[in-house]
């Protein structure tokens, strides 16, 4: 099994609708993020949370929000999906603990269409 | 200026040969450097992390890292078509590596 989920793989919608991206992760990291990728642009950083508790926007936050709801999953939501947010999702995962050297780890994306 | 940069390539080189990337980052604060691999359509791999000054190799890849110059590379040695993918430099920077920057990706196609 991946150590890091995401769910669903695939998806497109209409805009206007509502939009959740699940990741769950068993690599027992505290760290979680959310990025999107489209060409040319490379990863940008979305949202990112360090605990439970701990939530951070990113480089561009904007139409979207997040919910760390346990240490294992972290989830990322377009409350009214746009075309512009069509894009490849990927979820990350890294150990905080620690030596500060440790990698991120990626989900197998998700690919958003929004028509 | 970007945090991490890369040339997008794209990047050709003929099969056994050996492909250089080349990654420079801004903050030299940087302490963590990682090399990832991503093909089309999928997510990113990572293949190499490098911490010192020098090289590190693991099998037909080498890391080179030189803080002064602020620069990272990846040495990619008998290069075959599977290789062909982008390559992502990223870097962590902080006392406590709360930050992670990446670069866009250098394109590497391997002709047979």
């Known amino acids: 099994d991946a150590d890091v989920t995401q769910t669903p793989r695939n998806r497109i919608t209409k805009t206007g609708k509502r939009i959740m991206l699940e990741c769950s992760q068993t690599?027992?990291?505290?760290?979680m993020y959310w990025y999107r990728q489209d060409p040319g642009l490379g990863l940008r950083l979305i949202y990112y949370?360090?605990?439970?508790?701990?939530?951070n926007k990113g480089e561009i936050s904007d139409g979207y929000s997040v919910s760390r709801q346990a240490q294992a999953k972290f989830s990322l939501s377009l409350e009214s999906a746009i075309p512009n947010q069509t894009a490849l999702y990927f979820c990350?995962?890294?150990?905080?603990?620690?030596?500060?050297?440790?990698?991120?780890?990626f989900g197998d994306g998700t690919r958003l269409s929004i028509l | 200026q970007k945090e991490v940069e890369q040339n997008s390539g794209p990047l050709s080189v003929p099969e056994g040969a050996i492909a250089s990337l080349n990654c420079t980052y801004s903050?030299?604060?940087?302490?963590?450097f990682f090399w990832y691999r991503q093909y089309s359509g999928k997510s990113p791999e990572l293949i190499m992390f490098?911490?010192?000054?020098g090289d590190k190799e693991d099998g037909r890849f080498t890391a080179q890292l030189n803080k002064a110059s602020q620069y990272v590379s990846l040495l990619i040695r008998d290069s075959q078509p599977s290789d062909s993918a982008t390559y992502l430099c990223?870097?962590?920077?902080?006392?406590?590596?709360?930050?992670?920057?990446f670069g866009t990706g250098t394109s590497l196609t391997v002709i047979p």
């Open positions: 990350a995962t890294s150990d905080g603990t620690g030596r500060s050297n440790q990698p991120q780890h």
């Open positions: 690599k027992g990291h505290d760290r």
């Open positions: 949370s360090f605990d439970v508790k701990d939530i």
């Open positions: 903050d030299r604060g940087s302490q963590s």
């Open positions: 490098i911490y010192s000054n």
């Open positions: 990223a870097v962590r920077v902080g006392n406590t590596g709360n930050q992670f920057y």
